[in-house]
């Protein structure tokens, strides 16, 4: 009820008044939805008990338990997701999506909270690959819809490769394993944990990029990308989401990592729909 109370504060009690805050205040306290890529390990994958883990598991819980809300994670194909998203079936997206000026044009973005490179996984016994132009002959596996079947897309003719795509990563690794691809490209987190998983497979070259991962919301959602931003800072500020990466990933992030650096607006800087006005965390 004290999540509830601010609302009937500013409510004049009367008629279509109260009716109207009274429906604000029942969407604010319902179940954030919300969806992932339960392929996308270690960043999401099925549990043997039912529903998902992950480290964006863990992030879209501790955002919702900070806002006071429970949350409701579907697996989805990455390549439903925006769709998702754009239907209003789900609230924003927890899922990692890459932010490309492309994406940003569509979407709201939270600022960044991992770094995302490109990374090729191959088989161990496989002659490592040490630059793009080795790709030539080569046969790629993708993830559908993923910004690596745009990278692979744009690149297949300059660098004389070609890619299948599939419509979960894990069935992209399947194919490198079973010798239908040379190379997965996937993010280098998730080529990790593959590759940690499997010592039949290793990690190769790595495409850095620049890139980050942020929280998708729909263009008309400017005060839902705001509430969780806020909460997103204060995770960074307090060192959660430097902790839930080396509990999934192994890794301490550096002090410039997006895990650790805060925006100074809402938003990822450079992209459209950054705002850029002064932000200052409200943490409790």
């Excluded at 190379?183 to 990790?192: Q, S």
């Excluded at 998983?197 to 998708?216: C, D, F, M």
Aim: positive net charge.
């Amino acid at each position: 009820m004290k999540v509830l109370m601010p609302f009937f504060r500013r409510c004049v009690v009367s008629g279509a008044v109260l009716a109207g805050c009274l429906g604000q205040a029942h969407a604010e306290s319902a179940p954030l939805r919300t969806a992932v890529d339960s392929t996308f390990a270690p960043h999401a994958m099925a549990k043997l008990d039912g529903g998902v883990q992950g480290f964006n598991v863990d992030l879209g819980q501790e955002i919702a338990k900070r806002l006071g809300r429970e949350i409701k994670i579907e697996p989805a194909e990455f390549s439903g997701l925006v769709p998702g998203l754009n239907s209003r079936r789900y609230d924003f997206l927890i899922a990692p999506v890459t932010v490309t000026p492309e994406r940003a044009k569509t979407l709201l973005f939270t600022e960044g909270y991992l770094d995302t490179d490109y990374t090729f996984l191959e088989k161990k016994d496989a002659p490592a690959l040490q630059n793009l132009e080795q790709l030539k002959g080569k046969v790629i596996a993708v993830n559908k819809g993923s910004n690596y079947e745009s990278w692979a897309k744009d690149n297949a003719e300059k660098y004389g490769f070609r890619y299948d795509v599939y419509g979960g990563n894990a069935d992209a690794v399947q194919a490198v394993l079973a010798g239908r691809a040379d190379y997965n490209l996937a993010g280098t987190t998730v080529v990790a944990w593959a590759a940690k998983q499997n010592p039949r497979l290793a990690t190769s070259y790595t495409i850095k990029t620049g890139l980050v991962w942020a929280l998708a919301f729909r263009k008309d959602d400017r005060e839902g990308r705001q509430q969780v931003s806020n909460v997103l800072k204060c995770m960074k500020q307090d060192g959660t989401v430097s902790a839930l990466a080396k509990k999934w990933f192994g890794f301490a992030p550096k002090p410039d990592d997006w895990a650790v650096r805060i925006a100074p607006g809402t938003g990822v800087p450079d992209m459209d729909g950054y705002d850029a006005t002064l932000v200052t965390p409200k943490c409790g």
